[in-house]
């Protein structure tokens, strides 16, 4: 994807843009914004236009070998480094990095590295990227992309120039989602404010198995009155990705809760495709017990981003969600 097709970032496009036309691109890019913006594709097209064999004026041809090898993910010179496990470790950024780095390109220009997400970089792997960042090789570019960047080490950050990315407004990003996926308008602009904004999570959320686990999570709550939470977890499983996902479908729900508590707009709802759901639950709510699943949902989600037992955060979740006796 070149970078005229990324949606809703002319900001940060632009400063992509003017860096490569005055051949000033720096060695070490810092990409930051919330998951699913376009980090990542615009990385690559960033990847694109430095080893684009028949480039445009102002952006890749999005076509030639080159181009459609790096947006295959199969050029030798453009490497993802990801997590191997929870974490970017110390062998990676020596092995994969420091080693490769200081060779040639084998076909491109540029040699383009992305570490996504720079901020799982174990103190060790760190402090090696450090190294390179001090004395990047010429013909090489690093692009870091996080979506936490408060969690990098100062003196990484100072090196890298920050480029940020940020959510769409669902009016914007709803025309889009309609020419992409053939919905109604109704059911993109749902799909806009349900995603907050983020192209990637819309085409996420808009898969069928993303709309059965959001129905399934829904129904526990939906459900709150007939069962007790105490058996929920168990519905779930133990996957952390799996959790956390589900910890958002919750927090959106409970979030619209407590908007209309408050008599706020019905506008701003996420969950509009369920807003007739919503006034029997707040039956049983009031705009405190709304604010504290709120606030239990966040506290479980830092919990499993600090490695605390996942069944454990369930169970005690669960227990603050049920509804009052």
């Not at 799982?120 to 996080?146: R, Y």
């Not at 008599?263 to 504290?292: F, G, Q």
Request: proline letters at 7%.
């Amino acid at each position: 994807m070149p970078l005229r097709d990324l949606q809703g970032q002319e900001a940060g496009v632009e400063q992509l843009r003017r860096a490569w036309q005055h051949d000033r691109v720096p060695h070490a890019l810092l990409f930051t914004g919330p998951e699913g913006v376009g980090k990542r594709t615009a990385a690559l097209a960033l990847a694109q236009v430095l080893n684009c064999r028949e480039p445009r004026v102002d952006d890749a041809c999005g076509e030639c070998l080159s181009c459609r090898k790096i947006a295959a993910g199969n050029h030798p010179d453009v490497r993802c480094l990801e997590p191997d496990g929870a974490h970017l470790k110390i062998g990676q950024i020596r092995e994969d990095l420091q080693h490769d780095a200081v060779l040639k390109p084998l076909e491109g220009r540029r040699k383009v590295y992305l570490l996504d997400p720079a901020e799982s970089l174990t103190p060790e792997a760190a402090n090696s990227l450090l190294k390179i960042l001090e004395e990047p090789p010429e013909t090489v570019v690093l692009i870091l992309i996080s979506a936490q960047p408060f969690a990098l080490l100062d003196t990484i950050r100072s090196r890298c120039q920050e480029i940020r990315f940020f959510p769409l407004p669902a009016l914007r990003l709803a025309p889009w989602l309609q020419g992409k996926l053939g919905i109604s308008a109704e059911d993109a602009l749902a799909l806009a404010r349900l995603s907050g904004g983020r192209p990637a999570e819309a085409l996420h959320m808009s898969e069928p198995e993303a709309r059965e686990f959001r129905a399934r999570v829904l129904g526990w709550a939906f459900a709150g009155r007939e069962r007790t939470w105490s058996v929920w977890a168990k519905d779930l499983g133990a996957e952390p990705e799996e959790v956390t996902e589900a910890f958002g479908v919750l927090l959106s729900w409970y979030r619209d809760l407590l908007l209309l508590a408050h008599r706020a707009s019905r506008e701003l709802l996420l969950n509009v495709d369920h807003a007739e759901k919503m006034p029997p639950a707040l039956a049983d709510e009031t705009p405190e017990t709304l604010l504290a699943k709120c606030r239990a949902l966040l506290a479980a989600r830092d919990q499993l981003s600090r490695n605390v037992n996942t069944q454990w955060v369930l169970e005690v979740l669960g227990l603050a969600l049920a509804p009052a006796a």
